[in-house]
């Protein structure tokens, strides 16, 4: 019996020039969790698009300023670099995903667990 592996999806997001600085959006993949896309001074960002707190999107309602999402139904912030809930009503940090460029296209690296085999 072999433990469970990690194995490394990738989603495309969008075209690079669609999501101009301090701008997100939200990706909906063929599966798994909506994630949003940030874009700060020309690095793309990942997080879950899902406000810890309650449900709300970040990457459609939430407000962008430097690195800081604020969820605009109650106000909790994170930090989109590593997913840290920033205050309150937040306790709970987002999860993060890595993000690549290629040929000017941005991707999410998602990982699943390919179970045991
Ligand atoms: S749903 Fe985001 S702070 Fe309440």
Redesign the pocket.
Known sequence: MSEPSAVSDRVLACEADELADGESMTVEPDSGEAIAVYRVDGQFYATADM??????SLGEEGELCGFEVT??????KFDIRDGTALCF??TVALRRYPTTVEAGKVYVLTEESAGES
Request: aromatic share 8%.
């Open positions: 406000c810890t707190h309650e449900e709300w969820c605009t139904l109650h106000n909790a009503p937040a």
